[in-house]
């Protein structure tokens, strides 16, 4: 019989944890650092994919996400030696997608064609904003030129280019937004990732907030119209949402984060880096020692683990309702009441269909179009009791 992951497919996450600069709205576990053993993190990375091909040896691997941080800092020849070794511990998928994040910056788009050549298929660049006075305002260190020079790079060098964008600015209004997503949809990417700014704990960002800084963020209505301009536009462009912050043509959708959002399993290897795997049965929890410098040190010894806890089947179910309903194709309820034990709960559902935020289709339950910016408080909902 088959198991609940398999529903979702099983991929590799790897986080290589240092950028050029931190960014003051990132809350990533990401760090700057002036010199960088990188034969020593290659040879890291290696160690533990072969503790996990020992834990789950078999298996079909269908996606792997070099994620950070700023992975296009990282050698080709480290991102070489990574995916062979991970092609000779694991069958692969015919069509495996291998993504790697990117930053716009000359250093980074000098080494795409390397990260080609290694058997990365897919960049996913950090643009942010097409805007240098909020590039500068969002503490990034590359230019509109340079983000659309890498982006040229990145279309000759790989067969599927996405971007990010980060909209709800400070001081930037509806037509500002506008004006900048049709920018970005000029550039024919096959995805895009846009969210809304948010302001995080923790972070520059946060602490400037908390002090009375950072003048001129929207207010809720507006940015409201900014995220229902956003649906508007990509829809016209052929890059319908997919997920609520993710628009793609047809069939390029990112397929890594599909394994997290039809709740697969998926190694996480690297600084902080979190997994959902099932072992005999069981399906665990893991998330990998913060600092990097530990990591590092812990990798030798197979001690990368910090936390690794069982799940509960409602902890399972819970999970795979938070995750799958970001998603417009919703969540199986027949697969949610296997997990849980018991149906979704009926005055929950009865409620938010009788407001349009939810719709059902035989087994399928899925947020609408209205309900999508509401979705933490449907959930919240679901949860609730």
């Not at 009788?354 to 910016?373: A, Q, Y």
């Amino acid at each position: 019989m088959a198991e609940d992951w398999e529903k979702g497919g099983f991929g590799l996450y790897i986080h290589w944890p240092y950028c050029a600069a931190k960014c003051p709205y990132c809350d990533f576990n990401s760090h700057v650092a002036d010199g960088i053993d990188h034969g020593a993190w290659r040879e890291a990375y290696i160690a533990e994919i072969d503790r996990y091909a020992a834990r789950l040896p078999g298996r079909v691997l269908n996606t792997v996400f070099f994620g950070g941080g700023t992975p296009s800092l990282m050698s080709p020849e480290t991102v070489h030696a990574v995916l062979d070794r991970i092609r000779a511990s694991w069958p692969v998928a015919n069509d495996l997608e291998v993504t790697l994040e990117a930053n716009p910056g000359s250093v980074e788009a000098g080494r795409f064609a390397g990260f080609a050549d290694a058997g990365v298929t897919r960049l996913s660049l950090g643009v942010q904003t097409l805007d240098d006075d909020a590039l500068r305002r969002l503490g990034r260190i590359h230019s509109v030129a340079d983000a659309r020079r890498a982006y040229d790079v990145a279309r000759n060098a790989f067969g599927r280019v996405s971007f990010d964008l980060i909209y709800a600015r400070q001081d930037q209004g509806l037509d500002d937004w506008r004006r900048e997503l049709n920018e970005a949809l000029a550039m024919a990417a096959d995805h895009l990732s846009l969210y809304q700014l948010t302001i995080e704990p923790g972070t520059a960002f946060g602490a400037r907030h908390a002090q009375g800084g950072l003048r001129g963020l929207p207010q809720d209505d507006l940015a409201a119209d900014m995220y229902e301009l956003t649906q508007g536009l990509c829809d016209a462009a052929g890059l319908q949402a997919y997920e609520v912050s993710n628009h793609a043509v047809s069939g390029s959708e990112s397929r890594h984060n599909m394994i997290y959002w039809r709740y697969g399993d998926y190694v996480g290897i690297g600084p902080g880096a979190h997994g959902r795997i099932t072992v005999d049965g069981e399906r665990r929890a893991t998330r990998a020692v913060n600092d990097p410098a530990a990591w590092l040190r812990a990798a030798s010894s197979g001690a990368c683990e910090d936390t690794s806890s069982k799940l509960s089947r409602t902890d399972q179910a819970d999970e795979y309702l938070m995750m799958g309903l970001r998603l417009v194709e919703g969540i199986d309820m027949d697969r949610y009441a296997a997990l849980a034990g018991k149906p979704i709960r009926q005055g929950a559902r009865s409620m938010l269909s009788d407001l349009g935020l939810i719709s059902e289709n035989g087994s399928r339950l899925h947020v609408t179009p209205s309900g999508r910016i509401l979705l933490n408080g449907i959930i919240r909902e679901f949860l609730s009791g």
